[in-house]
């Protein structure tokens, strides 16, 4: 195999990702940022092991702390009610 047929294949498959980002519905920052929007999936996969070893906890507020937040986002897509925010 040539390097110019890895390129391709390459290219076509990012092409094609590119192209199903753009055309679905559901998310925004999929269809501005097609191709990038996976590094950042990538980085919040690893975002606890990255506190974990380097910054701080999800409970240190700074002005909400990532527990809260994750509620927030969950209650904005109507997929959690039941859980207590707050002390």
């Known amino acids: 195999m040539s390097i110019w ?3 391709a294949v390459v290219t076509g498959f990012l092409s094609l990702v590119g ?6 519905p559901s998310h925004a920052i999929n269809r501005n940022y097609p191709i ?4 950042r999936y ?7 092991e990255i506190r974990q070893y380097f910054v701080e906890a999800d409970s240190d507020e ?8 994750s509620i927030i986002y969950q209650r ?3 997929t959690l009610d039941k859980r207590p925010f707050g002390t």
């Open 19 to 24: 192209l199903r980002d753009v055309f679905q």
């Open 42 to 48: 990538f980085f919040e996969m690893i975002r606890p």
């Open 62 to 69: 700074l002005p909400y702390s990532r527990v809260q937040r």
């Open 5 to 7: 047929s890895v390129l």
């Open 36 to 39: 990038l929007v996976h590094f």
């Open 76 to 78: 904005a897509k109507d």
